[in-house]
């Protein structure tokens, strides 16, 4: 089993800045892509940005120059540095990772796993 959590979310004024943290633990052989999404209210949830272990990035349109996403691949964490914030990028912000799981000292199964979400509140 694979867990991930996240850290980093709060209140910031528009213009400001957050950095979102997330660490993977548990019984990983080894994490393919890990990422951010977020679901604001009344909305579906969202790409916002991932990262794969070679480090290629894909970014939403909405964050692009404005997000950096960067991975620990020795450490199994993933980070966003958010600026520039608008009142839009108010929303739950969730990490998630997949892979392969390990058991018994060798690679055992795929996994896909997700964060318990952080909020992120914009005010103008």
């Not at 794969?52 to 996403?69: E, L, M, P, Q």
């Not at 997949?98 to 795929?110: I, Q």
């Not at 796993?113 to 952080?118: D, E, F, M, V």
Request: with cysteine; proline share 2%; hydrophobic share 35%.
């Amino acid at each position: 089993q694979v867990q991930l959590v996240e850290s980093g979310g709060g209140l910031v004024q528009a213009g400001g800045s957050l950095r979102l943290s997330c660490a993977a633990s548990g019984s990983i052989f080894s994490i393919n892509v890990m990422g951010w999404y977020r679901q604001a209210p009344g909305k579906q949830r969202e790409l916002v940005a991932t990262v794969s272990s070679a480090g290629s990035t894909n970014y939403a349109d909405s964050v692009k120059g404005r997000f950096t996403i960067i991975r620990d691949n020795a450490k199994n964490t993933v980070s966003l540095q958010m600026n520039s914030l608008k009142d839009e990028d108010t929303a739950a912000y969730y990490c998630r990772a997949d892979g392969t799981s390990l058991r018994d000292g060798a690679p055992y199964a795929n996994f896909e796993s997700w964060g318990q979400g952080t909020q992120v509140t914009v005010s103008s």
